[in-house]
Structure formats: C-alpha cells, structure tokens
C-alpha cells in the first residue's frame, strides 16, 4: 500500500511542472478555433503539431535540428574551453583582472546580432560564421560568471588550504576549483541557452540549414506552423540540456544534498514552529 501511495506522489511531482504548458496549449487551441485569434498568425495548437509531424517523419525537422546542433557544440566548447580557465585566472590574479577589465566592459555589451555583418565579411556563407557568432555570444558570458565565482570563494578555504601546507597550486586544485564546480555548471547552462539564441540568429542570415534557416523560409513563404514547430524544437532540445546538466550536477555535487537555501530555510520553519 505504502509503495502504491510513493509511486503515485512520484508520479504526480513528475506531472505538476507539465500543469502549465497543459494549459496554455489548451488555452491556446479554444483561443484559435473561437476565433479570438487570427489563425493565419497563431494556427491551432493541433495543427502545429500535425505540421511537427510531417516534419518529424519527412526527416527535415531532424536534420535542422541535428545541424543546429553540431554548430551549437562548436561553439560553445570552444569558448567553453577558453572562457572558463580565463575567468578562473583572472578571478586568481587581479593584475590580469585590471589589464582586461577596459576590453571586456567594452565588448561585452555588444550583442550577437551586432557581429553577424563582420562575420559574414571575414567568414563568408556557411558554418564559419555561425561558429563565430555562437562564440562569440557566448564567450564572455562564461567568462565574466566564471570570474565573478572565483572572486566569490570564501577565503577561508584557501587559508585553511595553506594553513595545511598545501601549496597555490594545491589550494586551487584542491580547494578552489572543487569550490566552482556548481557556479561552473550553472554556467554551462546559461551559456547553452546564448548558444542557441546564437545559432538561431546566424542561421536566418548565414547558413543554408538548420532551425534558423527553416524558421526564416517559413516566414518567408507565410509558414506560420513551421515558425513555432522551429521555436518548440528549440525549446524541447534546450529543456533536455537542461534536464541533462541538471543530473550531472546532483551527481557531481552530491555533497550539496539537503543543504540549498530553500530546503535549509523550510527545515528552520519546521523547527521553530510552536
């Protein structure tokens, strides 16, 4: 009895996130078939799925998404690679800090989009760019929240690694770089969704395949249906990154179960309750 209650709580914790979506896709299809909306610029909420799936099966939908896909992991590993040991030794060294701090308060705000005219001048059409543009939105994101969560670690770790004998490059290894595991994997996800904000905006000017691509030709051709098949291809990968990285951190950082705010937060309620 006891098992068939769990199941069922674990069944229905698993559905409560979904609740939403459930219904504004309900809200949604009743919206466009009353005629409250122009189905011609937000069709029914079935018929973007029918579309979906004659994408799905025609094997385009797939290959966009793959192409995205590839670009995506390009990109971000690359600026992945040298964003993070950037952030973690400027963080480190306040000399490298102050020598790049002028360069990177300036390029920073410029956003992907603005690159995509010199990208396509020095690139070219094709995966170059894409690249460029998906690295270059991405980069100093990762590389200005890495720094910011080296500055962050507590102080004591490093003095008490010191205190210990070990040296600086013990006290990074062992303390510090163990310390940034979750801000690094948080990163990681913030910097994921860029990418893809990223590919999507290259793929409508500089390539010839992906989500990108096939969103701007369905817009061109008055495809609306293949416009939001695009957007919820985009958003079904970007959920299971999510989900993905999320996984990896519990099983990284297992010594961090029990112990987020909110958890802590709840038990000192329950605690202190007369």
Not at 32 to 45: E, V
Not at 204 to 221: C, T
Request: charged share 15%; proline share 7%.
């Amino acid at each position: 009895m006891s098992t068939n209650v769990t199941g069922s709580a674990g069944w229905r914790h698993r559905l409560v996130p979904w609740a939403p979506l459930l219904v504004l896709a309900a809200l949604w299809e009743a919206a466009t078939r009353l005629s409250l909306l122009d189905p011609m610029l937000l069709p029914p909420f079935s018929a973007v799925l029918r579309r979906g799936w004659q994408l799905l099966v025609s094997g385009r939908l797939l290959g966009d998404v793959a192409a995205s896909a590839w670009r995506v992991l390009l990109g971000f590993g690359a600026a992945a690679l040298l964003a993070l040991p950037a952030g973690i030794a400027l963080g480190l060294y306040p000399l490298l800090e102050e020598l790049g701090s002028v360069l990177l308060s300036a390029l920073r705000p410029l956003s992907p989009p603005a690159w995509i005219p010199l990208a396509i001048l020095w690139f070219g059409i094709g995966d170059p760019p894409a690249l460029f543009i998906i690295f270059v939105g991405t980069f100093f994101s990762l590389l200005v929240g890495t720094l910011a969560a080296t500055k962050a670690v507590e102080p004591q770790l490093i003095k008490a690694a010191l205190t210990l004998g070990a040296s600086r490059r013990q006290s990074i290894w062992y303390a510090i770089l163990p310390r940034l595991v979750p801000a690094l994997l948080t990163q990681a996800r913030i910097g994921l969704g860029l990418a893809w904000m990223c590919v999507i905006a290259a793929e409508m000017v500089a390539v010839r395949r992906g989500v990108g691509f096939l969103m701007i030709e369905a817009r061109n051709l008055f495809r609306t249906e293949d416009v939001i098949v695009g957007m919820i291809a985009v958003a079904m990968v970007g959920l299971a990154t999510e989900t993905l990285l999320l996984r990896v951190e519990k099983v990284v950082c297992r010594w961090r179960a029990g112990l987020e705010p909110s958890r802590l937060y709840a038990q000192a309620l329950r605690e202190h309750r007369p």
